[in-house]
């Protein structure tokens, strides 16, 4: 079950940095910085293992009130006896994988592959975006001043990237 959580939590970390790649790059036109996102993955790690302490201390409190109650649940969150060692094994469950997604914050080689496989993602979602803009392809080829003109920018372009 924690190896289970521990992916969906890597999947949610890989999507939130994604998700600030695109907007640091799109809305603010920030330059790519390793470090920065290095600490927002770091960050993105601590906020769900956070969140997973705190249902567990949730949780530990329902299991106090639900030892010794009987009868059927009304709520989902109206625990009772027989829901007690449920609970306890959810309870051992968010604490281990609050451990396993500090460790992996710890751990730098799983932070850059995060990094790597956000910024891909990132870079093939802009790609899509810009693929299926309605009118950007061109239907007939430049001639003449304009084929010069889009030349000539995109040596300037290919020139800024060599440097």
């Given at each position: 079950m924690v190896a289970d959580a521990t992916l969906v939590s890597l999947a949610a970390v890989r999507q939130a940095v994604k998700n600030l790649m695109l907007v640091r790059a799109l809305r603010d036109a920030a330059d790519f910085d390793e470090e920065w996102y290095a600490d927002a993955v770091r960050r993105e790690f601590?906020?769900?293992?956070?969140?997973?302490?705190?249902?567990?201390?949730r949780l530990t409190k329902a299991r106090a009130k639900a030892t010794g109650r009987r009868g059927r649940a009304v709520t989902a969150d109206d625990y009772h006896a027989v829901d007690t060692r449920r609970l306890r094994r959810?309870?051992?469950?968010?604490?281990?994988?609050?451990?396993?997604?500090?460790?992996?914050?710890?751990?730098?080689?799983?932070?850059?592959?995060?990094?790597?496989?956000?910024?891909?993602?990132?870079l093939d979602e802009i790609a899509q975006a810009a693929a299926a803009a309605h009118g950007r392809g061109r239907t007939k080829p430049a001639r003449g001043v304009a084929r010069s003109k889009a030349l000539q920018a995109l040596r300037e372009e290919l020139e800024d990237y060599a440097d």
């Amino acid at each position: 079950m924690v190896a289970d959580a521990t992916l969906v939590s890597l999947a949610a970390v890989r999507q939130a940095v994604k998700n600030l790649m695109l907007v640091r790059a799109l809305r603010d036109a920030a330059d790519f910085d390793e470090e920065w996102y290095a600490d927002a993955v770091r960050r993105e790690f601590e906020v769900l293992a956070s969140q997973a302490d705190a249902e567990a201390a949730r949780l530990t409190k329902a299991r106090a009130k639900a030892t010794g109650r009987r009868g059927r649940a009304v709520t989902a969150d109206d625990y009772h006896a027989v829901d007690t060692r449920r609970l306890r094994r959810r309870i051992r469950v968010l604490g281990e994988l609050a451990e396993q997604l500090r460790g992996l914050a710890g751990d730098d080689a799983t932070v850059a592959s995060v990094i790597d496989e956000a910024r891909i993602q990132a870079l093939d979602e802009i790609a899509q975006a810009a693929a299926a803009a309605h009118g950007r392809g061109r239907t007939k080829p430049a001639r003449g001043v304009a084929r010069s003109k889009a030349l000539q920018a995109l040596r300037e372009e290919l020139e800024d990237y060599a440097d």
